[in-house]
Structures are given as structure tokens and as C-alpha cells.
């Protein structure tokens, strides 16, 4: 019994398609490596107000 081997050979296209993929590659491994976008949640933008005597923001002179 004879085994049969099937040898490969890369086309040009084989080679274009290769290298399309290696850039779709480069081009996400350059988007992942970039700093994780600012959702703004959980930043404070602004001072907060400073909390002052409870009885002065009643309307109340006593």
C-alpha cells in the first residue's frame, strides 16, 4: 500500500493574504496598547462644597 503525500505550494496570493493579516494584527496590538479610555465615572471635576454649620443653611439667624 502506497501513502499519497500532499505537498503544499504557497501562491502569490497566499502571500498577500498573510501579510493583510500581520497588518490587521499590527493595527490592533496598536489599539490594545493604548491607555484605557476616561469614562468619567468616579472623576471629580470640581472641588466639592465645603459643608458648614447644619443651622446656618435653614434660614434660621439664631
Partial sequence: MRISRHIHHPLRIDAAHIEMAR??????????????PDTFLGR???????????????????
Fill in 23 to 36: 497588518e490587521a494584527i499590527r493595527a490592533a496590538l496598536e489599539v490594545l496598547r493604548q491607555p484605557q
Fill in 44 to 62: 471629580e471635576t470640581h472641588e466639592p462644597f465645603p459643608r458648614e454649620n447644619a443651622q446656618s443653611n435653614t434660614g434660621d439667624d439664631a
